[in-house]
C-alpha cells in the first residue's frame, strides 16, 4: 500500500489533524515559563512543532498549489502564489503589532515584568522609524516571529521548484538539496537584528529541504510502501531520540550526554539538522500507518474540532501567538507554582483557539446569505408612498441587542472633554518680570476685494 494514496483522494483529514495538534504545540511552547512546556513532544524527541508545521505546509501547497499549477499553468499558479504571500506578510505584520500591544498592557497590568524586554522588541520601541523599515522589508524579524516570514520565503521560491520539476522531479529535488548544503558551505544567512546582526533563526536556505520534502510526499513523488523492516527502524529512531531530546536524561546520563554532545551539529535547529528531518520523516510515516490503522478515531467530536482548526492554519497561527504572549502575562499575575492556575491558563486558551477555529468556519460558510430566519414579515404601507412601516418578527433575533447597544454606545467614552471656560485662576497666569502692563489695542484691518466676494458668497 502506498503512503500517499489516501491522502490524495481529499483533503486529507490526517493533513489537517496533526496540523492543528501542531499549533496547539505551538501555542504551549511560545507562553512565557510555561511548565507545561516540559511534557509537550518537543522535550522527547530531536524535531518539534516548527518540523511538523513547515512539512505539513510543504504537504499541503503540493495538493492546493500543485494541482493549480496543473490546472491553471505557471503564470495565473503565480498570481495565486503572491495572493498568499500577501496574506502571509499581512499576518506577520499584524502578528507584530499585535504583541506589541500586548506587551504594553502587560507592562501596565503586571508593572515588575518587562515584557517589551523579554519578546526583545526594544529595538522597536527606542528607534521606530527605522525599526518600522526594518520590519517591513524583513530585515528586522525578532525571534518571537520568525516561522511566517521564512514560511513567506518557501513559497517564493515554490513556482520556480515547480518549474523546475517540469523538467524533472529530480532536478527540483536535486536543486532543494543543493540549496540545503550550499547554505553550510557558504554560510548563507538573513539578517533579522540590523544592531545585533544576528541572523534568522530558521534559516530559509536550510528549511527549505524540510518544505520541499513535505511538496514532494504531497505531490505523491515519494511513495514509500508499507513495510514491516521500515516500521521496525522508524520505531527504533524514534525510541532512541527519547533520552537524547529529554534534558533530564542526558543531563544527568552520562552517556546520553556524551552522544548529543556528538550529534550536537546534526541537531541544529536553526540550520535544520538531518537528525531532526530524519527524526520528523519517521514520526510522519509511523502517524499515518496509526491513522490508517484507526482510521474511525478522527471522526470523533474531539479529533474533528482540532481538524477544523488544522484548516484555517494562518488565522489559527495569528491566534495562537497572540494568545500564547498573553497567557504568559496571565501567568505573571497568577503565578505559576499551583498547577490548577497553570492548567486553567493554558485550558483556557487552547479552547479559544479550538473556538476560534469553528467561529472561522462559520464564516467562511457566509451564514448571512443561508440564514433560517424568516423573512416573509408582512409590510404595512401607509398612504404615503414613499413610506412604510415594517413588523420584523423578534423572536431569538433580540437577544444580541444588549451586545449592539453596548457597542453603539462605545464612541461615547471616547468624546473628549470641552476645555474649561470659566474664570482663570490668579495662579495660572504666567508672570513676566520686568514688563511692561499690557495695553488693548483694536485692531483694524480694511476690507479687500477678495473679502468682498467672500462675504457675498456667504449670504447668498
Known amino acids: 500500500m502506498s503512503l500517499l494514496d489516501p491522502l490524495l483522494q481529499t483533503r486529507s483529514i490526517q493533513l489537517d489533524f496533526f496540523r492543528g495538534v501542531a499549533l496547539m504545540v505551538i501555542f504551549i511552547n511560545h507562553m512565557p515559563d510555561n511548565p507545561w512546556f516540559w511534557y509537550t513532544p518537543s522535550r522527547f524527541g530531536l524535531s518539534d512543532a516548527a518540523e511538523v508545521f513547515v512539512f505539513l505546509s510543504g504537504f499541503a501547497s503540493a495538493l492546493a498549489y500543485g494541482r493549480c499549477f496543473e490546472r491553471s499553468g505557471l503564470w495565473l499558479g503565480f498570481v495565486r502564489i503572491l495572493h498568499r504571500c500577501v496574506q502571509i506578510y499581512s499576518a506577520h505584520l499584524a502578528s507584530f503589532v499585535l504583541l506589541a500591544l500586548v506587551c504594553v498592557i502587560g507592562n501596565r497590568w503586571v508593572p515588575e515584568m518587562d515584557d517589551i524586554q523579554r519578546l526583545n522588541i526594544a529595538y522597536f520601541f527606542d528607534a521606530t522609524q527605522q525599526a518600522l523599515y526594518d520590519l517591513f522589508t524583513l530585515t528586522y524579524v525578532p525571534k518571537y516571529f520568525d516561522i511566517l516570514p521564512m514560511y513567506l520565503v518557501m513559497m517564493v521560491w515554490l513556482p520556480i521548484f515547480w518549474a523546475l520539476s517540469r523538467v524533472h522531479v529530480a532536478l527540483a529535488l536535486g536543486s532543494s538539496a543543493g540549496l540545503y548544503w550550499a547554505s553550510f558551505y557558504y554560510g548563507w544567512e538573513l539578517t533579522s537584528d540590523p544592531v545585533s546582526g544576528r541572523p534568522w533563526y530558521f534559516n530559509p536556505f536550510n528549511w527549505q529541504w524540510m518544505f520541499f520534502t513535505g511538496y514532494a510526499v504531497g505531490a505523491g513523488w515519494l511513495r514509500i510502501n508499507a513495510r514491516r523492516w521500515l516500521t521496525a527502524i522508524c520505531i527504533g529512531l524514534v525510541l532512541v531520540s527519547i533520552p537524547l531530546g529529554h534534558e533530564p536524561t542526558y543531563s544527568h546520563v552520562l552517556f546520553w550526554a556524551e552522544l548529543r554532545a556528538k550529534l550536537e551539529p546534526w541537531l541544529d535547529k536553526s540550520h535544520l539538522g538531518l537528525l531532526r528531518w530524519l527524526h520528523l520523516l519517521a514520526l510522519a510515516y509511523l502517524m499515518h500507518q496509526l491513522c490508517n490503522w484507526r482510521p474511525q478515531w478522527l471522526m470523533g467530536a474531539w479529533p474533528r474540532a482540532i481538524v477544523t482548526m488544522g484548516q484555517q492554519s494562518l488565522p489559527i497561527f495569528l491566534c495562537s501567538m497572540v494568545l500564547s504572549y498573553a497567557a504568559g502575562i496571565w501567568l505573571d ?92 485662576s490668579s495662579d495660572l497666569v504666567m508672570q513676566v518680570p520686568n514688563a511692561e502692563p499690557l495695553q488693548s489695542v483694536e485692531a483694524i484691518s480694511p476690507d479687500t476685494e477678495t473679502d468682498k466676494v467672500i462675504d457675498s458668497q456667504q449670504q447668498i
Open 333 to 424: 499575575r497568577l503565578g505559576r507554582d499551583a498547577w490548577l492556575e497553570v492548567a486553567l491558563v493554558n485550558l483556557s486558551g487552547l479552547g479559544l483557539m479550538l473556538l476560534a477555529g469553528q467561529v472561522m468556519v462559520w464564516l467562511d460558510a457566509k451564514p448571512w446569505k443561508h440564514s433560517p430566519v424568516s423573512r416573509s414579515a408582512a409590510y404595512d404601507y401607509s398612504h404615503d408612498s414613499d413610506h412604510f412601516v415594517g413588523h420584523y418578527r423578534w423572536g431569538s433575533q433580540a437577544i444580541p441587542l444588549p451586545l449592539l447597544i453596548g457597542l453603539a454606545t462605545l464612541p461615547a467614552l471616547c468624546i473628549s472633554q470641552r476645555p474649561v471656560t470659566g474664570d482663570i
